[in-house]
Structure formats: structure tokens, C-alpha cells
Nanobody, 126 residues
């Protein structure tokens, strides 16, 4: 079982930036597909970004494309989500997820992941 611990959330003004981190343990990190999802109050959990374990291919939801960058450091067993030009609608709890993966294909669906972190709150004020 893979353990995931997110950090880096907080309160930021609209237009600001945050970098979320997710430290993984208990698995072979360089063979794990990783993803970021978010859930706002009263809404379903939704996809934000994903990175494959093979070739580091990435995928983004249209709502964050151009503003967010997902990356991974296999030496540190950590995946990052750099978020820029934040908007109030980005306010949510952000979850890191890990899964066995499909090689070079980023996984964008929640059911593809079987390990989840506890989440970190991101609040963007207007």
C-alpha cells in the first residue's frame, strides 16, 4: 500500500501562486502513475492533472490548462502541482493519488487510482 502526504495548501489572493507537494512512501514511486484531483464543497471530486510513470507524459483539465504544471521527482518520491494565476473557483481540497498506471498514458479518472492522500486545502480569495 502506498502512503501519500500532501502539503503546500493555504490561503492566497486571486492571481497568486501555490505549489502543492505530495510525498509518497511504501511503493516503487518510479512505476506509479500520479494525479491531482480536487473537491469543492457540495461537488464531486474532479480531475486536475496527471503524470505517467513512463516518459512523464502529462494531462490537464481544461479549467487549469496553462495555469498549472504537474511534475515529479523520482529521486525524492514526490509529485508537485505548481498553480499560477489562481482564481476563486480553484478553491477546494486538493488530493494526490497514485496508481499502477498505464505506462506512458496519464490517468485522468478517479477509478484508475487506488491510493489517495488526506488532502490539502486551497482557498483563493477574490
Amino acid at each position: 500500500q502506498v502512503q501519500l502526504v500532501e502539503s503546500g495548501g493555504g490561503l492566497v489572493q486571486a492571481g497568486g501562486s501555490l505549489r502543492l507537494s505530495c510525498a509518497a512512501s511504501g511503493g516503487t514511486f518510479n512505476r506509479l502513475a500520479m494525479g491531482w484531483f480536487r473537491q469543492a464543497p457540495g461537488k464531486e471530486r474532479e480531475f486536475v492533472a496527471a503524470i505517467s510513470w513512463s516518459e512523464g507524459n502529462t494531462s490537464y483539465d481544461d479549467s487549469v490548462k496553462g495555469r498549472c504544471t504537474i511534475s515529479r521527482d523520482n529521486a525524492k518520491n514526490t509529485v508537485y502541482l505548481q498553480m499560477n494565476s489562481l482564481k476563486p473557483e480553484d478553491t477546494a481540497v486538493y488530493y494526490c493519488a497514485a496508481g499502477a498506471g498505464w505506462g506512458a498514458t496519464p490517468m485522468t479518472r478517479t477509478y484508475a487510482y487506488d491510493n489517495w492522500g488526506q488532502g490539502t486545502q486551497v482557498t483563493v480569495s477574490s
